[in-house]
């Protein structure tokens, strides 16, 4: 079956890093992205990879955060610089797989403060 586990999350201060990783299983996956909601907020987009190396990212991220993905692995990573308090919310990992099926996982709470 497909699973998805996220890990890297924490407490940062302003002006931090972390990164964040999320291992995938169980298929072949297209696209991978990461996605964000705040308390009282949707669920974002904030960056996309596909398996051919082609990345997108969230307006507000730009120059910030930066996808990628070990293909051999089935990982894909979000690092994450100049972090800001309104970056905190719990970061999901999403993939979608060549039948075209979407996968979550559980999500890492990210908290942005001093």
């Known amino acids: 079956q497909v699973r998805l586990v996220e890990s890297g999350g924490g407490l940062v201060q302003p002006g931090g890093t972390l990164r964040l990783a999320c291992a995938a299983s169980g298929s072949i996956f297209t696209i991978m992205t990461w996605y964000r909601q705040a308390p009282g907020k949707q669920r974002d987009l904030v960056a996309s990879?596909?398996?051919?190396?082609?990345?997108t990212y969230a307006d507000s991220v730009k120059g910030r955060f930066t996808i990628s993905r070990d293909n051999a692995k089935n990982t894909v990573y979000l690092q994450m610089s100049s972090l800001e308090p309104e970056d905190t919310a719990v970061y999901y990992c999403?993939?979608?797989?060549?039948?075209?099926?979407?996968?979550w996982g559980q999500g890492t709470q990210v908290t942005v403060s001093s």
């Open positions: 990879a596909t398996s051919g190396g082609s990345t």
């Open positions: 999403g993939a979608v797989t060549w039948r075209g099926s979407t996968y």
